[in-house]
């Protein structure tokens, strides 16, 4: 076997090198490889934000196409993307549910008290509208952690079996609710419906 010439090898490295660039530049960094795309969500019970008496678990999901929300109110993005979201709510009907966590808050050393992130939650949906029918409390960010999140604003496109379809890391705005996630969205809503009617025969109803 014929070895390369030295003068050959800075030559491979840098051709090597052009390639990982060239597929970098074309590639998009909000289509990344998602560990739950194609899954249910993993196993979690989180109490509700504001009512901490009430616990979710996956099962939460199941019966509705829902968007899965990971926002802070430390998240300037976050703020942004809110007023959108809410005309999605109200103007489309469409199902937004908050997976919250706050970077200042230590449950085992209490740096923050509850009280503290529900007025502050409270005061940042007042001013940018409130999409959410409801907001879970990912504490110790466990769940964040379970769905690769990488930051906020992240979001998971969840059909109504309760399956993550979708995970859009970054905002949702008006070019990319028509362009990426609406199209989806609209078509595991048809999916939805779809299904009723064999679903109300197994169950004998007209």
């Not at 009512?51 to 976050?78: A, H, M, R, S």
């Not at 990488?150 to 890391?169: C, K, Q, S």
Request: hydrophobic fraction near 40%.
């Amino acid at each position: 076997m014929r070895k390369l010439p030295l003068v050959a090898i800075p030559l491979v490295l840098f051709t090597l090198l052009v390639v990982f660039l060239f597929q970098g530049l074309f590639s998009d960094p909000r289509e990344l490889d998602s560990q739950v795309k194609g899954k249910p969500l993993p196993e979690f019970s989180l109490p509700d934000l504001m009512q901490p008496d009430v616990t979710y678990t996956p099962e939460v999901f199941k019966g509705d196409v829902t968007i899965l929300n990971v926002w802070g109110v430390w998240c300037v993005t976050c703020a942004v993307e809110m007023p959108y979201l809410t005309q999605l709510k109200n103007e489309q009907g469409v199902k937004f549910v908050g997976l919250y966590f706050d970077q200042d808050l230590d449950p085992d050393f209490g740096t923050k008290t509850l009280s503290r992130v529900q007025q502050e939650v409270t005061e940042m949906l007042s001013r940018f509208g409130n999409p959410y029918a409801f907001n879970i409390f990912d504490v110790y960010r466990d769940t964040s952690l379970d769905l690769g999140v990488t930051g906020a604003p992240e979001h998971f496109l969840i059909d109504h079996n309760g399956i993550v379809r979708m995970h859009h890391i970054g905002d949702i705005n008006e070019r990319v609710w028509q362009n990426k996630v609406g199209p989806l969205y609209q078509q595991l809503v048809a999916e939805k419906e779809a299904a009723l009617p064999s679903s109300k025969q197994q169950a004998g109803q007209p």
